[in-house]
């Protein structure tokens, strides 16, 4: 990638409305792939994020409701482009000093969420960006959400990667997890265009488990962060196993964690009672250290055997503080760098779409035709 582009981002795989206007240019910086590499980082700016919440639709029925998702996103969709559109700001970027607002002129490329996700949210965020780009003339990046998750953190990995100032900071190999409402993945990342999969959740994951406990605590949604809060609280948490936490490989349980929280509820409080809120803190506690152990034990002992030099955290459940703080504290006692997005990032967002779109194009992917593109609820890594 030789110059600067303008990148429209849109998100709406779940139940976020999401658009944002993003602009990448390649740094001048040398790469983090070691001495001697020829390969520039790409700086990004973000010049606009609209994120619309529908949790106030899908409260009442304490989940998402996939319909009601996807007619939201329907009314949805063109007021947050067109927020995102006019909350841009291009004036001070690369000599384009004469505009207010980006416009659809402006734009380069128009990145859009594939997959995964829930096919009927999916499909109004991918047809909308296909039209635009019939109207527009602009090729379309599509990009699988989870790359959205997986380079969320890299901002601020751009431009200087060296906090020293001096040389190059080695950060890959990098053991990159990501813990969201649908995955638990972990990765290795060789560099930043070459990564695999070691392991992913074989049931649950662990957003989910965390949505699944709060229910039967009859939080409200979205439980995630209510777990977390009131596990913060708690002064003796419940003691809970950590499944899957000495298995050979790096694959993920969470479904048994949750049903030991159901079991522990029948035991201590009775079936379909509500325990005192000291208990539900205690419970929010026991079940958050044990979620937190284990993915970072498993975390850690990629990074040993692969020799990593640094780690990254990632999706909606890397908002959450006690795992940020747990393995922020492992990355300082065992030297290595530590990426976490800033809260805002890390759960649904277009933002994040547009920066692993800038990795693509980085890496060397070249944008497509809107006939090629195609929703796909199922899209691996
Ligand atoms: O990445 P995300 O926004 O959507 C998916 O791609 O699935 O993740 C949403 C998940 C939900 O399960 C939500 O409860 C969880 O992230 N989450 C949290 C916290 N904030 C969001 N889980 C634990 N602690 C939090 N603070
Ligand atoms: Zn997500």
Redo the contacts with the bound molecule.
């Keep these: 990638m030789k110059k600067s582009v303008v990148i429209l981002a849109i998100e709406t ?2 139940d ?1 409305t999401a658009a944002a206007v993003l602009e990448i240019k390649p740094s001048p910086q040398p790469s983090p792939r070691g001495r001697g590499s020829k390969t520039v980082l790409p700086q990004i700016k973000t010049l606009s994020s609209v994120v619309k919440s529908q949790i106030s639709i899908h409260k009442s029925f304490g989940g998402v409701v996939p319909e009601a998702a996807a007619r939201a996103h329907v009314k949805n969709i063109l007021p947050v482009v067109k927020k995102a559109l006019a909350d841009s700001d291009i004036a001070d970027f690369d000599g384009r000093q004469n505009q207010q607002s980006t416009n659809l002129n402006s734009i380069d490329f128009i990145a859009v969420t594939a997959g995964p ?1 829930l096919i009927p949210s999916l499909i109004v965020g991918v047809e909308f960006a296909k039209a635009l780009s019939l109207a527009t003339v602009k090729p379309i990046i599509p990009v699988n ?2 790359l959205g ?1 997986l380079y969320s953190p890299f901002k601020t990995l751009t431009p200087n990667p060296s906090p020293k100032g001096r040389g190059e900071q080695k950060i890959f190999p990098m053991i990159s997890l990501i ?5 638990t993945i972990l990765t290795l990342m060789k560099n930043i265009d070459d990564y695999k999969v070691l392991g992913q959740t074989v049931d649950d ?4 488990a ?2 699944k406990v ?1 229910k039967m605590l009859n939080l409200p949604y ?4 209510e ?3 009131l596990a913060e609280k708690s002064k003796s948490p419940v003691q809970f196993p950590r499944p899957m936490i000495n298995s050979k490989n790096y694959d993920f349980s969470f479904s048994g964690l949750k049903t030991a929280v159901l079991y522990y509820l029948r035991d201590t409080v009775g079936e379909g009672l509500k325990p005192s809120p000291t208990k539900t803190k205690n419970i929010c506690a026991g079940f ?1 250290q044990a979620a937190v152990d284990v993915l970072v034990t498993k975390t850690l002992r990629a990074v040993k055997e692969y020799g990593a030099k640094s780690v990254s955290l990632s ?9 940020r703080d747990a393995l922020n504290l492992k990355s300082k006692i065992f030297n290595l760098k530590f990426f976490v997005p800033p ?1 805002n990032l ?4 277009a933002e994040m779409i547009g920066i692993a779109a800038c990795f693509m194009l980085h890496n060397g992917f070249k944008p497509v035709s809107y006939k090629k593109v195609k929703a796909n609820s199922n899209l691996e890594l």
């Excluded at 890390?346 to 967002?349: A, F, H, K, P, V």
Aim: include cysteine.
């Design positions: 795989s779940c976020e996700g959400h989870m998750h813990v969201s409402g649908g995955h994951a662990a957003g989910e965390f949505d709060a979205p439980g995630g962060p777990v977390s809060r958050q999706g909606g459940v890397a908002a959450n503080k006690a795992l809260q890390c759960t649904d967002n």
